[in-house]
């Protein structure tokens, strides 16, 4: 059983109708949300050995949370469908039932450091990694009376237009910058260094794949995996394999031009600006080079001052920062890119 499949049996035969017999009319929303393999519907065999089993988000009103927390505690079976309802997490090794029950507020924070109902700038859209989202839109909702969560995963669907013109900028403007060096460092000797950023290279790819197909990429685990999923984008994988494959610094510039290129055709696709080539030959030398005509041509139609205040290259949190304590903390994140604009 797939742990989607076991929230839903134990939100219908256990958790809803202690709610519907203890608290009729409670508005609530339930769902398998948050963090997990099961959330984004990846989990194996592998993922039962630690933090799976009975688990759901729970919300509820602010005076009713200690109560409903109680009232699961004290009245929920032993175990459901053979699973017990009550175990060890890895943070937690006291055996408590697992359903997190909080309020759509604290639950948004702690995903996004945003309030559900404010009005929210390009800095807190910034300020979003794929997985934050994910952990609040891409779990199975069971029961939503009041529709508050639904009304936030809606929200969430996606960048407004111009946020999303400038990370896609962004993505492109990385690119630009170390394309070049992919053939420079090999032919003076530092073979592992071009290696290096063929890899980065090819990361940036894949996130620029995501965001032109309008899709929120998850934590590094399931990146490729999800990437694989992609309607267009995912016909350059194997460019970018072979890539960060090739022994030789030609093959690896190569397939990453072609991939590029094929980018900027799903680009095009999806209604925005793209010029006829992604790369042209750097100066004089052999190598080449993204055409700085991609970015200038996203970023030509921006109008919010807050992302023309920010250089073109800085655009979302994970796209400047690679460090997983900072991109797994909300407040953090927040932080992080308030500095930017101030």
Request: proline share 6%; net charge negative.
């Given at each position: 059983m797939r742990g989607a499949e076991l929230a839903a049996r134990f939100h219908a035969t256990a958790v809803a109708p202690l709610l519907q017999r203890h608290l009729p009319g409670l508005p609530h929303a339930a769902g398998r949300l948050g963090a997990g393999s099961d959330v984004l519907g990846?989990?194996?065999?592998?993922?039962?050995?630690?933090?799976?089993?009975?688990?759901?988000?729970?919300?509820?009103?602010?005076?009713?949370v200690a109560r409903v927390d109680a009232l699961l505690e004290r009245e929920l079976?032993?175990?459901v469908a053979g699973w017990p309802t009550r175990f060890a997490m890895t943070d937690d090794p006291a055996p408590w039932h697992r359903v997190e029950v909080?309020?759509?507020?604290?639950?948004?924070?702690a995903r996004l450091a945003l309030p559900p109902e404010?009005?929210?700038?390009?800095?807190?859209?910034?300020?979003l990694t794929g997985q934050s989202v994910l952990e609040v839109t891409a779990g199975t909702v069971l029961a939503d009376t009041a529709g508050d969560l639904t009304r936030l995963r809606d929200r969430l669907a996606w960048y407004p237009e111009e946020v999303w013109r400038h990370v896609?900028?962004?993505?492109?403007?990385r690119l630009e910058q170390e394309l070049p060096f992919v053939g420079r460092t090999a032919e003076r000797g530092d073979d592992l260094g071009s290696r290096v950023l063929t890899a980065r290279l090819a990361r940036t790819a894949v996130h620029l794949g995501f965001l032109l197909e309008r899709r929120w990429p998850p934590y590094s685990k399931w990146t490729g995996t999800l990437f694989d999923r992609l309607p267009r984008a995912a016909a350059v994988g194997p460019l970018l394999t072979a890539a960060v494959r090739a022994d030789r610094w030609p093959d690896r510039e190569a397939a990453l031009v072609a991939a590029l290129e094929d980018l900027l055709a799903v680009q095009r696709a999806a209604g925005l600006p793209a010029p006829a080539r992604a790369t042209h030959p750097f100066h004089d030398r052999r190598y080449r080079v993204v055409d700085a005509a991609v970015a200038a041509g996203l970023r030509s139609g921006l109008r919010?001052?807050?992302?023309?205040?920010?250089?073109?290259?800085?655009?979302?949190?994970?796209?400047c920062v690679?460090?997983?304590d900072v991109l797994v903390t909300a407040d953090r994140r927040g932080a992080v890119v308030r500095a930017w604009g101030a």
């Open positions: 990846l989990d194996d065999d592998v993922s039962r050995d630690h933090d799976w089993g009975l688990r759901l988000t729970l919300l509820v009103p602010a005076e009713q079976p032993a175990e909080t309020t759509l507020a604290s639950f948004a924070a404010a009005a929210w700038d390009a800095l807190d859209w910034l300020s896609v900028a962004a993505d492109w403007l919010d001052p807050v992302l023309l205040r920010l250089p073109a290259g800085v655009g979302s949190v994970e796209q690679d460090n997983v």
